[in-house]
């Protein structure tokens, strides 16, 4: 948290210095962040009415419910909006993104592998994570690599090079998405895949009606492989998940309320205050209140 927030308030800073330098201010126009300043702007409001508001605005170890946090994330899509207007920069980003998962995989391959007294992972329990928190933050990571590397192989024209490492990428996601065993991260991408796959299809056939030349007139083999991997995953459960984490000696138990008593607790809250809620980040004070025991 502290480093997303460093990060952050530097790469405001370095921006604002070069607008200066250039001697106009250009806000780029999103639809995305109008409700990102609306969602920042309720969270205000609840945070300044909250019974405890230092928790509700800042917290009391860095958590990610807080006033700051959603700041700061609205911030990031603030300056992803105006720096990475262009396509270059974008693919960029792209790059970046994927060859921070690939080091990460690298590092916790090394790890799982090598044991618990290699290098930098001396001390580190397994069992607890992944070096960039819980196994299913990781999930979530490589679901997201996994998701850009098959936009761009299915998308974009790209060099023989480019396609190999994003393929490679792509790999090494569906891989890591497998060890992690979460079942959410799965069928998320699952969801993504379909549409991908059902988009490229109506290209082909508005292609074939229109007798246009098109890049995209192979089918979606990548697209339609992720699919049937996802719902194979996705409903295989442990039987298939559990098998390959066990093997690997990662154990991931997460414990979290059910659905139908985060609902009670909601339901609770809003008859005391309807409007704003309890504020940030005090879902365990409501949840201690009003849970069912």
Avoid: C
């Amino acid at each position: 948290a502290l480093l997303l927030a460093f990060s952050g308030i530097f790469a405001l800073l370095f921006w604002l210095i070069g607008r200066l330098q250039d001697g106009v201010i250009r806000i780029q126009r999103s639809i995305i962040l109008v409700p990102l300043l609306f969602i920042l702007a309720v969270f205000f409001v609840g945070a300044l009415f909250s019974p405890a508001s230092q928790v509700s605005f800042s917290g009391l170890s860095y958590e990610m419910g807080t006033f700051a946090s959603i700041l700061f994330l609205t911030l990031f899509a603030f300056l992803g909006a105006m720096l990475f207007e262009s396509r270059t920069r974008l693919f960029s980003l792209y790059i970046s993104g994927v060859a921070s998962f690939l080091a990460v995989f690298i590092f916790q391959a090394v790890f799982i592998f090598a044991g618990g007294d290699f290098f930098l992972f001396k001390g580190f329990d397994l069992s607890a994570g992944s070096i960039v928190g819980k196994w299913n933050d990781i999930s979530f990571f490589a679901g997201m690599i996994a998701l850009l590397s098959l936009i761009t192989v299915e998308y974009l024209t790209l060099e023989k090079k480019v396609r190999i490492f994003f393929y490679v990428a792509l790999s090494l996601a569906l891989i890591a998405l497998a060890v992690t065993s979460f079942s959410l991260a799965w069928g998320i991408l699952g969801i993504f895949a379909l549409i991908i796959s059902v988009y490229r299809f109506s290209l082909i056939l508005f292609a074939r009606k229109t007798g246009r030349a098109l890049a995209a007139k192979t089918l979606p083999f990548a697209s339609l492989a992720v699919l049937l991997l996802s719902v194979l995953f996705f409903l295989s459960g442990d039987a298939l998940q559990g098998v390959i984490s066990n093997a690997l000696r990662i154990n991931q138990i997460e414990v979290r309320p059910a659905w139908s008593s985060t609902v009670e607790v909601l339901k609770g809250t809003w008859k005391e205050t309807l409007v704003l809620g309890s504020g940030p980040n005090l879902f365990v004070k409501q949840w201690l209140l009003l849970k069912n025991d």
